[in-house]
């Protein structure tokens, strides 16, 4: 177990240093020259060169990759800056964003609770309803709720998260005037208590989770068919068993087991920022500050999301393989 | 002569009848290939007819696009200022609101959809035009991850080795990639670099292409996993160890042998894959960072529209129903596709 | 001749009626392609202390026919008709909260393959006790004990240190010893093994059987076992039914099955059984054909298209009609198949014998 973890633990720093290495090297090809970005209006030659020493910009890549890859590494983080005006950037440093020189990092701590709360509403939302309607599909298969599930799955993953969301938004804020349009003040549960916590984050747990929840139904619904096939589900009815410990005990456990990882890489990918649901309802959270950095060429932002982002799947990853272990008795770590 | 327990049985060997399952009157009733019983189901399944239907009528408006627009005589580019009386069609006051039609919308005879607010393109006509996109990229970037997926994990699978190692631990690294951070990221940045790359300015025709690279370069590992899983077992197979001992190449036994025998998996994931990237298309030009204006896209109009959902929903809801409409037809097809191969299904 | 006789015996418990009867017992499955007749009139008796072999080619039916006497049918689509009497009770009108409290009970099964037959995430150990207390209103603690005891009577070393294991850390022998203490957990009078050693190698096979039969002195249970091998059926059975497309073809005691089988496809089974003493050029002779297909089965007799003996019949009743399962003799021996009895003993003894 212990060397198992150490040996995960090595891999998953091997893998985030192979996607910050493609990433730095990808995104920095960019001929957009960062220099003009910073100076804005006031570019000139002098200015242009004043940006380009302060940031390094001048350095070969690979300088500067080192540079920023010391902000990650070194417990003290880096300096920023030239003689005279150098700033300390404390660890984590991701660099200052071009546009508002603001460091990435704060921006990223910033916005992550609001992600946070996204991500894991929408989960518990579609863990629910999925795990509940692809295990009544299951038992009833063939019958009218099965095919009732089966419909809804299959619409579910065919609406596009920006069809649906807009759906609801306009059905629900818009129309129905139910829910006031959203207000990013109210995404923080602690400052502004839960009733208008729960208004401004309902309808895009909904948005998010349909997709996710329509999944679920659908591999709840096989992996449940496809156990209670399964010659230990013969064995336990042979038994005598009641037909809710088959189907508790001896079915669902087991088909809930492949869920478990997938459920786990499913939350870790959306940790790192739920972008179109985040859009949609003006959720200033990862996902709007990658899409905003994106689209302003604000590359260390950038850089720092897709970093920050893959740590979560990545840790997800590990996470998810030792769960595994635990409940699947076969599954040696090693 | 004694009636002791037999000695030699291998678990299945005890009745040799068992493995002469190759006689014509076996045939008459069981000897249908998976492909034909799979065309039979779908043939007969009534879901399956239908969203055939519905996505060859896509299909035909795509590739018709102009001859279709033509009919309505106007351009998807035409910013439309006035009708054939030549009153407006727009409320300058208001924004841009168009004038009349249902919630806003501006529809007419003319303009069966409505006009764009603010500058009075044809709804329909960038509806038709936009079909073209969806389809272009979502099916461009189908073939890009299919192809990679399925000659990576060929290889992989076959060769097994350090080839597989290194090629495995590819997989897992795009795997690991926060996938749509990164085409949304990747895409432009790669668009902005046409000039350089390709030689080709940052237009629309370039960004399909990118597009289209980026969602099959990150679509490709999950794929190439499975066929790996596949073709590790079907190697073991005792038809592809004949061919082998017989000294059959491996070109000849992976592409003779062993990927008839995956086209059931790759023809599944196909369905998954194009109604996912024609989302994935939708998503990514609603955020801006896919196609860009003026070529019409069902992403764009969708984020044009949410600026206008107060006065006019029905702006946003034409192209949402549009990319509905054909999500779902593929989604269905594809399941029924999926059933008619499952070679379990209908059975017991 | 010693043994009771399936169709004569008797001797029967309280009720007049023999421990375990069935009559007539069809199990047919709808499908896409048609109604799959699985089971088409299966008949036999079996009294308690004794064991009944079922013998058959995969399709045969013989699986499908020990599901229904559980009553795991029920619930499915299968059609389930005829009788089952067990112990003087009907089960096939049985309600399945009825029949639920029998199984494990009084009629417990063991499966063919014990690692996809147990679950893989609960311990062998839990997996026993669970078929105990389902049966008896016991704290855990005498159902473990009792575990460790079985465990321990089927052969299994230090049981209560494997108890706490999980069925893929025992190997694949260990693991149908684990099955059958599962199923001795509630002392069940009935005992149907599916293919019990199919996936066992010929030692473990061996020692398996042996213990099958000594727990079956031991508790006086009735076994049915059911077995594509004849020597298994050689070496437990007292008496054999031969299924051939989910019909009775011959059944009686083991000896006249095995001395003077007078069924063309009991001799291609016969045939087809390799034996030490032969020389080596001594080829292995098998049944030409495939087994039917349970949708389209033939008009006539069921094993016509692959019968090599149809010129020993007059006119066209192989092809034309079902053959009757008839009895010859007063041993209980009985056979369906159109050529004389006395023709086919001919032929037994002239044309197959000597080349077994």
């Known amino acids: 177990m212990g060397r198992y973890l150490i040996r995960r633990l090595l891999q998953t720093v091997l893998i985030l240093w192979v996607i910050s290495a493609i990433t730095f090297f990808l995104f920095w090809v960019t001929p957009a020259n960062p220099a003009l970005l910073i100076c804005g209006k006031n570019c000139n030659t002098e200015t242009i060169a004043q940006v380009n020493a302060t940031y390094g910009f001048d350095d070969p890549l690979i300088v500067q990759y080192g540079t920023y890859m010391k902000g990650l590494v070194n417990p003290g983080g880096r300096m920023i800056g030239t003689e005279g005006s150098e700033r300390k950037c404390p660890w984590p440093c991701f660099g200052e964003s071009y546009q508002n020189g603001v460091p990435v990092w704060d921006s990223i701590s910033e916005a992550f609770p609001a992600t946070f709360w996204l991500a894991t509403g929408a989960a518990v939302l579609w863990l629910f309803f999925g795990v509940l309607l692809g295990l009544l599909a299951a038992l009833r298969k063939g019958k009218w709720l099965d095919k009732l599930s089966v419909g809804i799955a299959l619409f579910g993953v065919s609406f596009p998260t920006i069809v649906f969301g807009y759906l609801l938004l306009f059905t629900f804020i818009v129309k129905l005037n139910w829910i006031p349009f959203p207000d990013t003040a109210n995404a923080a549960l602690f400052t502004v208590g839960p009733a208008k916590w729960l208004q401004f984050y309902i309808l895009p747990w909904i948005t998010l989770a349909l997709v996710f929840a329509a999944l679920y139904t659908r591999l709840t619904r096989a992996n449940m068919i496809d156990t209670m096939n399964e010659d230990y589900i013969r064995t336990a009815r042979a038994k005598g068993l009641g037909e809710g410990t088959v189907v508790f005990k001896h079915g669902l456990r087991a088909a809930l087991t492949p869920i478990v990882t997938i459920f786990g890489l499913d939350l870790g990918g959306l940790l790192g920022g739920a972008v179109i649901t985040e859009q949609i309802f003006s959720i200033t959270g990862l996902g709007k500050l990658s899409i905003d950095s994106v689209l302003s060429n604000d590359l260390p932002a950038i850089m720092g999301v897709v970093l920050f982002a893959a740590v979560f799947v990545v840790v997800a990853n590990i996470i998810v393989d030792i769960l595994y272990a635990f409940i699947d008795p076969r599954v040696r770590l090693s | ?348 | 001749m010693t043994e009771s006789v399936t169709t004569t015996a008797t001797a029967g418990t309280g009720t007049g009626r023999p421990f375990l009867e069935l009559k007539d017992l069809q199990v047919h499955f709808p499908t896409d392609d048609g109604l799959v007749k699985a089971v088409n009139g299966l008949s036999f008796t079996l009294e308690r202390g004794k064991t009944l072999g079922i013998v058959g080619e995969s399709g045969s039916g013989k699986s499908v026919s020990s599901l229904a006497i559980m009553g795991l049918q029920k619930g499915t689509q299968a059609q389930v008709s005829g009788e089952i009497w067990l112990d003087g009770a009907e089960l096939v009108s049985m309600s399945v909260p009825e029949i639920r409290r029998l199984r494990g009970q009084q009629v417990a099964m063991i499966f063919q393959d014990p690692l996809s037959a147990m679950h893989p995430f609960y311990k062998i150990g839990d997996q026993l006790v669970e078929a105990y207390l389902v049966h008896n209103n016991a704290p855990k603690s005498v159902a473990k004990k009792r575990a460790i005891e079985l465990l321990d009577r089927v052969g299994i070393p230090s049981p209560s240190k494997r108890f706490d294991d999980y069925p893929h850390q025992f190997s694949g022998g260990m693991r149908q010893r684990a099955m059958i203490a599962m199923a001795l957990m509630c002392d069940p009078q009935l005992l149907i093994a599916d293919e019990p050693t199919t996936a066992l190698d010929v030692t473990v096979q061996a020692q398996i059987l042996d213990l099958m039969m000594d727990l079956q002195k031991e508790f006086n249970s009735a076994i049915v076992i059911i077995t594509h091998d004849l020597g298994v059926v050689a070496q437990m059975a007292q008496d054999v039914v031969v299924m051939y497309g989910g019909r009775v073809v011959e059944s009686g005691p083991v000896r006249d099955i095995f001395y003077r089988p007078e069924m063309p496809y009991t001799w291609g089974l016969l045939g087809s059984i390799p034996r030490v003493n032969r020389g080596g050029d001594h080829r292995l002779k098998s049944i030409r054909g495939t087994p039917p297909s349970l949708i389209n089965l033939p008009n006539g007799c069921p094993f016509q298209p692959r019968c090599d003996y149809q010129q020993y019949v007059e006119g066209h009743s192989c092809v034309a009609e079902v053959p009757e399962l008839l009895q010859i003799g007063t041993g209980g021996h009985r056979v369906r198949c159109h050529i004389e009895s006395e023709q086919r003993s001919r032929l037994f003894a002239e044309q197959i014998k000597p080349n077994l």
Not at chain 2, 245 to 253: E, F, N, R, T
Not at chain 2, 302 to 312: K, L
């Open chain 2, 1 to 348: 002569m004694t009636l002791g327990v037999s000695e030699a049985q291998s678990p299945e060997g005890g009745l040799p009848a068992d493995h002469l399952a190759d006689t014509a009157e076996a045939k008459q009733i069981e000897g249908r290939s998976l492909g034909q019983i799979a065309w039979a189901r779908l043939k007969k399944d009534k879901i399956a007819v239908a969203s055939a239907i519905v996505i060859l009528i896509i299909i035909g408006v795509a590739i018709f696009a102009p001859l279709i627009v033509k009919i309505n005589g106007f351009p998807p580019d035409q910013f439309n200022k006035v009708d054939a009386n030549g009153d407006p069609l727009l409320n300058t006051r208001d924004g841009g609101i168009p004038i009349g039609g249902l919630w806003g919308s501006g529809m007419s005879s003319e303009h069966w959809l409505g006009v764009e607010p603010q500058n009075g393109r044809d709804v329909f006509s960038r509806l038709v035009y936009g079909t073209r996109v969806s389809l272009l990229v979502a099916l461009g970037g189908t073939i890009i991850a299919i192809v990679l997926g399925t000659v990576i994990g060929m290889v992989s699978g076959y060769f097994r080795g350090t080839v597989d190692t290194l090629l495995s631990r590819l997989m897992d690294i795009i795997l690991s990639f926060p996938y749509l951070l990164f085409v949304m990221a990747l895409t432009p940045v790669i668009a902005d670099r046409g000039q350089d790359l390709f030689g080709i300015p940052d237009n629309n025709t370039l960004r399909m292409g990118v597009l289209m690279f980026v969602l099959g370069f990150f679509g490709w590992a999950y794929l190439a996993r499975i066929v790996r899983g596949q073709v590790l077992s079907l190697r073991e197979r005792e038809f592809v160890e004949a061919a082998r001992s017989l000294g059959a190449g491996p070109a000849y036994v992976i592409f003779r042998q062993i990927l008839p025998n995956l086209i059931p998996t790759l023809l599944v994931y196909t369905t998954l894959l194009i109604p996912s990237y024609i989302t994935a298309e939708a998503a990514l030009s609603f955020l801006g960072v896919g196609i860009k204006e003026p070529t019409a896209s069902w992403g764009r109009m969708i984020d044009d529209a949410s600026d206008w959902i107060e006065s006019n929903p029905l702006y946003l809801f034409f192209p949402g129903t549009a990319l509905f409409i054909t999500v779902l037809a593929f989604n269905l097809l594809g399941d029924s596709v999926r059933d008619a191969l499952d070679p379990r299904a209908g059975r017991s």
